[in-house]
């Protein structure tokens, strides 16, 4: 294990988010959800490029077809095309009936079979609603409300075998991670049980990663902190990063021995002990992760 951090890109996106390693091109993808455009890095060659969408884009996974996404946005889920000529083509795949206005989706992925799921929250995460929601979408399903009472869905990530799912709620009057047994043939999660209360802890909870050993990778948001935690909710180690809100991260690399991280940078703090905030950081954890499922 390293403690070195590098920085990947020095964007200092206002909400960097969703980052997916694509192992056939060797890239890193991301998004900056305010300012609703995707992002890639060119792991050879150290060049990015974005695309611009039209409205806040917060989760993205991999579809088939080179340049082609799945994502959850402020209205619902889209399919995106990302374009040689640097246009994003979007095309709504299924709109989203949210409880009350001004809510869009924020973390998602897909499960290892290939179904997308994505969480929806308020925007404004002072009013501590608990409007949220976690979604399934399949093109033969559609797009269904699955679990609710939720105010900031994030940590989503399924366990190697994909027969353990995991969901956190960042808002600060909840800091939790819970963990559900998943029916892989299905997608129906049961048996929520509490995997780890992160009050007790430095950082809330954020956006996360699975490694090849079964461990959780979560972002402790404001602490600076990448916490790993066993199968069983031990905490096993924690790697800092040189910003204070780290959203969410990736394993990615040649060897998928490299965790990405992405960071947020607030309007109305001040940056001044942390001026990359908004950033995309590589970590060294000693360990390996998994290629992330393509939508199917």
């Not at 969703?18 to 993808?29: R, T």
């Not at 290892?112 to 009013?127: E, I, K, P, S």
């Not at 049961?190 to 009050?199: A, E, G, I, Q, S």
């Not at 908004?278 to 390996?288: D, E, I, K, N, T």
């Amino acid at each position: 294990m390293s403690g070195i951090v590098e920085l990947v890109v020095d964007a200092r996106h206002g909400v960097g988010e969703s980052p997916v390693w694509h192992v056939g091109e060797q890239a890193l993808y991301w998004v900056d959800i305010p300012k609703g455009q995707l992002w890639r890095w060119d792991a050879g060659s150290g060049q990015t490029r974005h695309w611009q969408a039209p409205e806040m884009l917060a989760c993205i996974a991999a579809a088939s077809g080179a340049g082609a996404w799945i994502a959850g946005m402020e209205s619902g889920i889209f399919a995106l095309q990302a374009g040689a000529d640097g246009k994003l083509n979007t095309r709504l795949l299924a709109a989203v009936a949210h409880d009350q206005a001004a809510m869009r989706f924020n973390d998602g992925r897909c499960d290892r079979q290939g179904r997308f799921w994505a969480g929806t929250m308020v925007m404004n995460m002072g009013l501590a609603a608990r409007a949220g929601a976690w979604f399934r979408y399949t093109d033969s399903g559609g797009l269904q409300k699955v679990i609710g009472d939720f105010i900031t869905p994030n940590g989503l990530a399924f366990s190697p075998d994909g027969r353990t799912m995991y969901l956190s709620d960042s808002h600060p009057s909840v800091q939790c991670i819970w963990a559900f047994d998943y029916d892989t043939d299905t997608a129906t999660p049961t048996n929520r049980r509490l995997f780890v209360d992160m009050k007790a802890l430095p950082g809330r909870p954020d956006g996360a990663a699975v490694d090849a050993e079964g461990c959780y990778w979560i972002c402790g948001n404001d602490a600076g902190l990448v916490h790993r935690f066993t199968p069983d909710g031990r905490l096993d180690q924690s790697l800092a990063v040189p910003v204070k809100k780290p959203a969410m991260c990736a394993f990615g690399g040649a060897g998928l021995d490299t965790l990405f991280v992405t960071s947020i940078r607030p309007a109305d703090l001040d940056l001044s002990d942390q001026p990359l905030a908004g950033s995309v950081f590589a970590l060294r954890p000693g360990v390996c992760g998994l290629p992330e499922p393509a939508f199917i």
